[in-house]
């Protein structure tokens, strides 16, 4: 920067780059709507998919596009807005991912064209408000909504149509229906409204088995081995102790040392030791225990005795698998033994060690009511197991958002083609260049009908003029069923279905961040610089200046 007296006046420090006004707004659409297009081809039933593969060689192959938009690293400050849409879409629903970033995209693309016809980027974003609050209040009065305990049809409807564009496709009436099985196992009523914890469905990949073979567990499977192999590796109608304290002799937390001189005293206090383990091993069959599981250790010696009184036990189970297994059996943990009871105890119809592959697992399983489940994905390979417990994932987010929420959408792009009517109309509200901003929006909506007609390769034009036709006269759930030949029809009856809040979501994502990317109009970005060179040269290098010039007789002034 100079001055009036044209003497330059240095500000930002050196390498510091900086771009203002229309360029900078121009960077940062293009880097925003680059990362859009990158997982466009991804979205619907008849989306692709993309081979990501790192530094070390790891290969990735998925179409989820939160997933996806992780693995790339993305350098530009606008593009990293786009991945935290996803990001928050994911945390949020766990489902809608994509269709969040390509409204984004597409949102940003129309506010460029805007801000080339001169239009301020104040009046794009007050435009941009009203037309996504409108947007929601659509979307409230268009929802349908459903008993969750009554209306399970509907909610495999809902699963299924989530995992439509996902690799499992082949096997999505099993896990659909094992999404819909699992969170309504785990779900908590309270005074009619439902809460679900994903935390307490575990899912385990094992690969070797098709995936047709994926099931599900009433109860929990722990990665560890029954502890002694004389103890039964099947315990029907179990009694199940949950402990967290080591069947052991405490050890002191300071060093001592005992001197022994008479060998009877050695045999004493061996014996002693053994006394305490028995008083322990009978404190827990006079509770009335079957099966022991302790999150800290078993003593050899106590294992020996538990075996004897046919007593199941595995150690060092990991504490969330502990909390799980007091949902799924009733049972308390108990923390200290002298004061466990019998109705700390949980209950379950089978325990046993089962081998799979290569590992020994226990199975805790036919509780009466588990509040917590399990559920093994079985692959052909590890690609497959990944990718089939994402689309997992997802189809019970979708599950898990319905039935909280127990409203829904129609899906096939009907929504969008809806919103983008009614904003269209809603936008002769305003009198000044906001309607344009508010149109935009509108027609940014379209976005995904139009790319999941040009994923099936379908003429998008054709689609988009009998999605409007249909809405024109009120049929808001007309959408593209690609299970048709790629028609047009009710998506209610066509069972393509999705949460409200998916939607809701991914429109209110879409929106904040691309007001916030159109607001910016000067990025600076500073760039770090090298240490600094220490005194008298670098190390190693050349010595500092000598009086009368270099050592060896070279003279001043030669270099």
């Known amino acids: 920067m100079y001055s009036q007296g044209q003497v330059p006046v240095i500000i930002l420090k050196e390498g510091t780059e900086r771009s203002k006004g229309r360029d900078a707004q121009r960077n940062n659409i293009m880097a925003a709507t680059v990362v859009a297009d990158t997982i466009k081809?991804?979205?619907?039933?008849?989306?692709?998919?993309?081979?990501?593969?790192?530094?070390?060689?790891?290969?990735?192959?998925?179409?989820?596009?939160?997933?996806?938009?992780?693995?790339?690293?993305?350098?530009?400050?606008?593009?990293?807005?786009?991945?935290?849409?996803?990001?928050?879409?994911?945390?949020?629903?766990?489902?809608?991912?994509?269709?969040?970033?390509?409204?984004?995209?597409?949102?940003?693309?129309?506010?460029?064209?805007?801000?080339?016809?001169?239009?301020?980027?104040?009046?794009?974003?007050?435009?941009?408000?009203?037309?996504?609050?409108?947007?929601?209040?659509?979307?409230?009065?268009?929802?349908?909504?459903?008993?969750?305990?009554?209306?399970?049809?509907?909610?495999?409807?809902?699963?299924?149509?989530?995992?439509?564009?996902?690799?499992?496709?082949?096997?999505?009436?099993?896990?659909?229906?094992?999404?819909?099985?699992?969170?309504?196992?785990?779900?908590?009523?309270?005074?009619?409204?439902?809460?679900?914890?994903?935390?307490?469905?575990?899912?385990?990949?094992?690969?070797?088995?098709?995936?047709?073979?994926?099931?599900?567990?009433?109860?929990?499977?722990?990665?560890?081995?029954?502890?002694?192999?004389?103890?039964?590796?099947?315990?029907?109608?179990?009694?199940?102790?949950?402990?967290?304290?080591?069947?052991?002799?405490?050890?002191?937390?300071?060093?001592?040392?005992?001197?022994?001189n008479d060998p009877l005293e050695m045999k004493s206090f061996l014996d002693n030791e053994e006394q305490i383990l028995k008083d322990m091993v009978d404190q827990i069959a006079e509770v009335g225990a079957t099966v022991v599981v302790a999150q800290k250790g078993i003593d050899d010696m106590a294992q020996y005795f538990m075996a004897k009184k046919n007593i199941m036990a595995i150690r060092r189970v990991k504490k969330s698998d502990m909390e799980k297994l007091a949902r799924a059996t009733g049972g308390k943990i108990v923390t200290n033994l002298k004061d466990a009871k019998k109705d700390d105890l949980g209950d379950a119809g089978l325990v046993k060690e089962v081998k799979i592959g290569d590992e020994d697992h226990v199975f805790v399983q036919e509780c009466k009511n588990p509040k917590s489940v399990s559920i093994i994905i079985y692959g052909a390979t590890k690609y497959v197991t990944d990718e089939a417990e994402r689309a997992l994932h997802d189809a019970l987010c979708v599950v898990r958002n319905v039935v909280e929420d127990k409203t829904y959408l129609p899906g096939g792009g009907a929504t969008f083609t809806e919103l983008s009517l009614r904003l269209d109309e809603y936008a002769d509200v305003f009198k000044d260049k906001r309607q344009l901003a508010v149109k935009a929006f509108a027609e940014a909506l379209l976005a995904i009908p139009i790319t999941l007609a040009e994923n099936a390769g379908i003429d998008p034009l054709d689609i988009l003029n009998e999605l409007r036709s249909a809405h024109a006269v009120e049929n808001i759930s007309a959408g593209l069923n690609l299970f048709k030949n790629g028609k047009i029809g009710d998506m209610f009856k066509a069972g393509i279905i999705e949460p409200h809040r998916v939607v809701a979501q991914a429109i209110k994502s879409a929106s904040e961040s691309t007001i916030m990317i159109l607001r910016i109009d000067d990025v600076i970005i500073a760039r770090s610089s090298g240490p600094a060179m220490p005194p008298g040269g670098m190390p190693g290098g050349m010595p500092g200046g000598m009086p009368g010039g270099m050592p060896g007789g070279m003279p001043p002034g030669m270099m």
């Open 41 to 260: 081809s991804t979205l619907g039933p008849k989306g692709m998919d993309k081979m990501m593969v790192d530094s070390l060689g790891d290969i990735l192959i998925s179409n989820d596009g939160a997933t996806l938009l992780d693995e790339i690293d993305v350098q530009h400050p606008a593009a990293k807005m786009i991945v935290q849409v996803a990001k928050a879409q994911d945390q949020e629903t766990g489902d809608g991912t994509t269709s969040s970033v390509i409204i984004a995209g597409e949102l940003l693309k129309k506010g460029g064209e805007l801000l080339d016809k001169k239009i301020h980027a104040s009046l794009i974003v007050e435009g941009y408000k009203a037309a996504s609050m409108k947007a929601q209040e659509i979307i409230e009065s268009h929802a349908r909504t459903l008993n969750p305990t009554e209306d399970d049809k509907l909610l495999f409807q809902i699963a299924e149509t989530s995992l439509h564009s996902k690799a499992v496709h082949a096997a999505k009436e099993i896990i659909a229906q094992i999404a819909v099985d699992s969170v309504k196992q785990v779900a908590d009523e309270t005074n009619g409204s439902f809460t679900v914890d994903l935390d307490n469905i575990k899912i385990l990949q094992k690969t070797g088995k098709n995936l047709r073979e994926t099931k599900l567990i009433e109860g929990v499977i722990i990665d560890k081995e029954v502890v002694h192999t004389a103890m039964a590796k099947n315990v029907k109608n179990a009694k199940v102790l949950l402990l967290n304290q080591n069947i052991e002799v405490q050890k002191g937390e300071w060093d001592r040392e005992i001197r022994i």
